[in-house]
């Protein structure tokens, strides 16, 4: 009797330390932030980014700023009309000239609208 009721606590225990832990931890959330997004141009401009990394990131919405979304936004509309999908495997450009130009400025706009939040 008394090592059911041994087991019996160490079981409570752990099932209770498990069900404590579980409630006061958060979700991990990830959010985007400029320096993300500038990144990822960044690497599209040179040719290094993968079509993976692109959908991953311009994919998925930006809820805690507008701005950004609407720069991602912007960018899946670039990929849209100037996407060269099927070229990436062959080390080409994620984007024909004209999308690369524009890609470009939107690049340098989103710096120069962070590095203005930033002072």
Same mark, same amino acid.
């Given at each position: 009797?008394?090592?059911?009721?041994?087991?019996?606590?160490?079981?409570?225990?752990?099932?209770? *330390?498990?069900? @404590?832990?579980?409630?006061?931890?958060?979700?991990? $959330?990830?959010?985007?932030?400029?320096?993300?997004?500038?990144?990822?141009? /960044?690497?599209?401009?040179? *040719?290094?980014? *993968?079509?993976?990394?692109?959908?991953?990131? @311009?994919?998925?919405?930006?809820?805690?700023?507008?701005?950004?979304?609407?720069? $991602?936004?912007?960018? *899946?509309?670039?990929?849209?009309?100037?996407?060269? $999908?099927?070229? @990436?495997?062959?080390?080409?450009?994620?984007?024909?000239? +004209?999308?690369?130009?524009?890609?470009?400025?939107?690049? /340098?706009?989103? +710096? +120069?609208?962070? +590095?203005? $939040?930033?002072?």
């Amino acid at each position: 009797m008394a090592l059911y009721l041994l087991v019996l606590g160490v079981c409570l225990l752990v099932i209770g *330390s498990v069900l @404590i832990i579980l409630m006061t931890t958060s979700t991990p $959330r990830y959010r985007t932030e400029p320096k993300d997004l500038l990144a990822l141009f /960044d690497k599209a401009l040179e *040719s290094r980014v *993968s079509e993976t990394e692109w959908n991953a990131m @311009i994919g998925y919405p930006i809820r805690h700023d507008e701005y950004l979304d609407g720069v $991602r936004r912007r960018a *899946s509309q670039l990929m849209e009309e100037y996407g060269r $999908r099927w070229q @990436i495997a062959q080390g080409k450009p994620l984007l024909n000239t +004209a999308g690369q130009q524009e890609l470009q400025a939107l690049r /340098d706009h989103l +710096a +120069a609208h962070t +590095a203005l $939040r930033q002072r």
